[in-house]
């Protein structure tokens, strides 16, 4: 039976996003299945986040991203603050609902994600 294994996000410099990626998340670099145009990112318990060198441009609504969870609005905040200063940046988005319970952040990479606000009802 198949099961999932990690999420892998296409990146131009390897070092810059593995920098970014290990602080924000916590994680750290392995050695597992390392080489010149891959990087694999662990917690405790394994690999969490493949990196893996790419050509392809980045999507400016991607069908796929990360949502980030906060407990409430204050983390939230703070996170996203803490983000920005390791190197996301805020995006302009254009398809925010009225009343978000997320904010999209683009990584050093241009790799878009959200942080998501728990507390908040989800927003369609």
């Not at 296409?10 to 670099?29: K, P, Q, Y």
């Not at 299945?33 to 893996?52: A, F, H, K, M, Y």
């Not at 796929?64 to 983390?75: G, I, K, P, S, T």
């Not at 939230?76 to 983000?83: F, K, M, S, T």
Request: glycine letters at 6%.
């Amino acid at each position: 039976m198949l099961r999932l294994g990690i999420t892998v996000l296409g990146v131009d410099d390897l070092e810059r996003a593995t920098a970014f990626w290990s602080a924000a998340l916590g994680l750290t670099r392995s050695s597992e299945w390392e080489n010149e145009n891959w990087r694999t990112l662990s917690d405790q318990r394994g690999p969490v986040l493949g990196l893996i060198r790419s050509e392809t441009p980045v999507q400016r609504h991607p069908r796929l991203h990360l949502d980030l969870f906060a407990d409430n609005r204050a983390e939230q905040v703070a996170e996203v603050a803490r983000l920005v200063s390791l190197g996301a940046t805020e995006v302009d988005w254009d398809s925010y609902p009225a009343d978000p319970d997320f904010v999209v952040l683009a990584d050093p990479e241009g790799n878009i994600f959200c942080v998501v606000d728990l507390s908040h009802p989800a927003s369609s």
